[in-house]
């Protein structure tokens, strides 16, 4: 799930920026590992021995979460995108929680999560 946060991160910023082509690879690269984390471990134990079915939790995500957060992207969109990147942070807090793991509190970025992509969508490369 380091990936989703570093892809997360990107999205938010890219969006800041006003690059909406980096923000919609964001939100796919987003998607699909959040996908691939639960194609390698669908459910999860918590300490009482219940299992939680993540792919559900996410499937539920991915069908009235996710298509805003890429519409607003693809429309370029920035009040919409922010109302919808609060609500994913939301229901990924809810799966946190349901997986007994409170302690995993996602929030609006603050930095990057690296420095070797520049946000500027008008940027000449390599500078």
Request: hydrophobic content about 40%.
């Amino acid at each position: 799930m380091i990936d989703v946060g570093y892809h997360m991160s990107n999205l938010w910023f890219a969006a800041q920026h006003r690059n909406w082509d980096l923000a919609a690879f964001e939100v796919d690269e987003t998607r699909n590992r959040i996908r691939w984390t639960i194609r390698v471990n669908p459910t999860r134990k918590k300490p009482d021995g219940e299992v939680v079915d993540i792919k559900s939790i996410f499937d539920g995500i991915d069908a009235s979460v996710l298509p805003p957060l890429k519409d607003a992207v693809a429309k370029k969109d920035m009040k919409a995108f922010e109302a919808a990147y609060r609500t994913m942070l939301e229901a990924c807090y809810s799966c946190h929680k349901a997986s007994a793991k409170p302690y995993l509190r996602p929030m609006i970025p603050t930095a990057p999560p690296q420095t070797i992509i520049n946000y500027d969508p008008n940027a000449k490369w390599p500078l």
